[in-house]
């Protein structure tokens, strides 16, 4: 059996080398690594794929989230309600630029936010909302969009592992995940689900105005050269990342598919077990499948209900099974975090999951041997 990785980048590049090895030879021999042209290229590609009017591509998904802050024009002290099981970079953003985090507590079947939090944490000074579509499947956003109209306020999605997921409104509108609030955002970190060979990321809008001042903010404020009109950032996605990207946007919904197979294949394997819960898949399906693109699995993430969890992951090691525990810690009680504000019975969920949950070996290259293996472990270890 080939040695299991949590995520194979390798095995991606082999199939793609040539061309991006040529890519990067072209801009090394043009020496246009900022802003060269596979920049705007790439920007246009994925305009298209996700159908969306503007991509402002920038350096990285936690650059993307505060420029997008940044944009919308939020002040200090503006309350910023987002999910506390989510990676740290929601909310610091949130803190760095002042604005109140209120974090909020998440479903506990789709791991991402639960509705009726929000509703009970907005205040008259609640000027935003952040969904994270957290492992790769979008969070409601039929009634996120409906509570920021009713309340008037802004909706960021944190699409940083949810790229080319699909949200099936109610309505029946198909529509990518974050394309669907004021403003949205990725990253393309190797380990995503679009990564490149470094750090990456965009903002999406469909709004004219905020994608002029956004283009100008990952610029140093920048809108005619070397006239400043607003305080911005350096935040260039470049030259040779954009072409990494370029190579593999054709292939994304090839490696949404193949991770998609592989889930369907862990949901095979713990069909019927107990002490375990597979990740459900909402918005649109009831199963996965891949006509939908409900979800596009950058974890699959399973609760172990036993108590074994913690010692799961030392078995795991032993195994040679690498797998990872995201998240351990609720946003709530990190050092950096702490606000009397909170109170821990307003976060059953989140408290309950990072107990619970593990995320398996999810790539595109997994293999059926290496699934058998993976799950017949930890059967055996979690049911033994
Ligand atoms: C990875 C990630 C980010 C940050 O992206 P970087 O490119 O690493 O800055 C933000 N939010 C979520 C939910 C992420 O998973």
Known sequence: MKKIQMVDLKGQYHEIKDQVNTAIDNILETSAFINGPDVKEFQKELEGYLNVKHVIPCANGTDALQIAMMGLGLKPGDEVITADFTFAATVEVIALLQLTPVLVDVESDTFNIDIEAVKKAITPKTKAIVPVHLFGQCSNMDAIMNI????????????????????????????????IGHVGSTSFFPSKNLGCYGDGGAIFTNDDELAHTLRGMVNHGMYVRYHHDVVGVNSRLDTIQAAVLRAKLPKLDEYCDARREAARKYNAAFAGQENMITPKTVNGCEGICDTCDCHVFHQYTLKITNGKRDALVEHFKEKGIPCGVYYPIPLHRQKAYLDDRYREEDFPVTNQLVKEVISLPMHTELDNEQIDYITSTLIGFVNG
Do not use: P, Y
């Open 148 to 179: 920021a109209e009713e309340h008037n306020l802004f909706v960021i999605e944190d699409t940083a592992q949810a790229i080319g997921a699909n949200h099936t409104s109610a309505s029946g509108k198909k529509q990518k995940a974050g394309t």
